[in-house]
């Protein structure tokens, strides 16, 4: 987890084994060990997209993986860079936390709406922090 944080990797996570646990607890195969590994592993591939700016799927039938596919073509399509310059300027090597939000000028919530007038959901997709630089100027 460390080492995923110091990196400007964005993971997009594909859980392919629904299809095959969804037939294992139909054939009454699905033992308690075997769901809670599926489930740690599923929040594993969570926490790795979240950390890191990405998305994660679970596809219940293989016939979604077409449109999964495409969803993460959009997600790269539709990304934008930005970048800020901390007011904390230690060199202390500690992981800082961000926050990005959307805001109109006047500082309140952004509202998106379409061409017609109608609200639209957005949903902002960043890394959850960075690790600051270690040592001082120089060294």
């Known amino acids: 987890m460390k080492q995923l944080r110091g990196t400007d990797v964005t993971i997009f996570s594909i859980g392919v084994d629904k299809p095959i646990m969804n037939w294992l607890q139909l054939q009454g195969q699905l033992g308690p060990m075997r769901e809670l590994n599926y489930l740690q592993a599923e929040n594993q591939l969570k926490t790795f997209s979240a950390m890191t700016g990405g998305f994660a799927w679970f596809p219940q039938f293989d016939g979604e993986l077409p449109g ?50 109608k609200k639209q959901k957005w949903v902002v997709y960043a890394k959850e922090g960075y690790t600051a630089p270690k040592g001082g100027v120089g060294d």
């Open 68 to 117: 999964v596919m495409r969803e993460v073509t959009e997600y790269l399509r539709h990304q934008y860079s930005i970048t800020y310059t901390p007011s904390n300027h230690a060199a202390d090597g500690k992981y800082r936390k961000i926050k990005v939000e959307l805001v109109a000028p006047d500082g309140s919530p952004l509202t998106v709406t379409d061409q017609k007038g």
